[in-house]
């Protein structure tokens, strides 16, 4: 069920909490068929609302359908019940996992599918969940509610409560603070300085996972030929570059300007195939001022919607997003990993080709723990895999003694 502001948060939390009991007690197996039937409503719900969505995420429309399709491709129920079985399997001896209570959610707004995992994790696991969606980008979240709501409504109606989707402005402080002391776990996704924020409002005893800023980098050593580079251009326009995952630099053992020629063709394609939405205004400058760095330190390629820069060895400057790429050469894989640990946690995505460089993450610092993939497949995590170095069931469980 959504909810503006005008709506009562008190009301809205008594209705959640008394759902903690029934939905622990309906199962595991249960919550996964539940979640999965209400997987095909939501999808029917959310392409008859393209043009809603794209108002809300300020993406295109066939950069939408491609997320939204890459979105559900694994969330069925054979991959839900996987993830009960293996934290079943994680479980110490002599206990089981169980849910840990009401789940807050502070959901992201830059990328409009990421919403769903913020969703589906914790109810999996017998949490209700209240989410905080920004109104920048809330659409997306309150479609799978009223679809989650309709089909609990029909198989099991006192469930009907057990997701909440709440949209208020950053400024209702009070709000915030009232979802926070109720809440056994929290999970808020945004920028370093906002998760650090809500840190400090949380009770000693509340389970909290921050997801803060973050980005991804790429490193290829072999050839630049046609087909790699138009994999790794999926990466770029996935989302119009704006996730956590999104790639900002490309590494090359290679040459940087054979890499930037065939990544430029591969871009002026997508341009026409999956076109970028509107660029915001309060980064328009930043974009300039970017592509003007890019130019004075090495070379610049623009094209209608994107530009390339080809920039000297070292770290790379981070780019605005927005379909903003730069080039950078290598002369070893040592000269990548020290670069890439420099960005700590921070560092959410890497991007390879082959098997060579996917057994560099084995000699990042322990608390470096990026998702690897191969080009064309960076932005497009399943549900099952691990979220920064954690499996999908930790923070919405608590082991139990098992009698």
Known sequence: ???RLVDSVADRLARALACE??????GGA???ELLAAAIPRFESRARESIAELEASSGLKKANLLRGLSDALESMSLERFIEILERAERSAPPGTRPSPLGLHLSILPSNVFTAPLRALILPLLFGNPVIAKASSRGDRLAHLFADALTETFAEAEPALRDALFVLTFSSQERDLLERLLVQAKSVAAYGTDQTVR???????AQTRYQAHGSGLGLALMDGPADEATLARFA???IAFDQRGCLSPHALFTLGDARQAAEALERALSAASFRRPRGALPLELASAQLQWRAVGEARGELIEGHDFAITIEPAGPPRISPGYRNIAIIPLESKTEFLRIAASFGQRLKALGIESEECASLIDELPLLVSPRISRFGEMQRPAIDEPWEGLAPHEGFVLYRAAW
């Open 197 to 203: 924020a809500i840190r400090e409002l949380l009770p």
């Open 234 to 236: 999926e990466d770029i």
């Open 1 to 3: 069920m959504s909810l």
């Open 30 to 32: 249960r919550r996964a």
């Open 21 to 26: 009991r029934p939905l622990d007690r309906l």
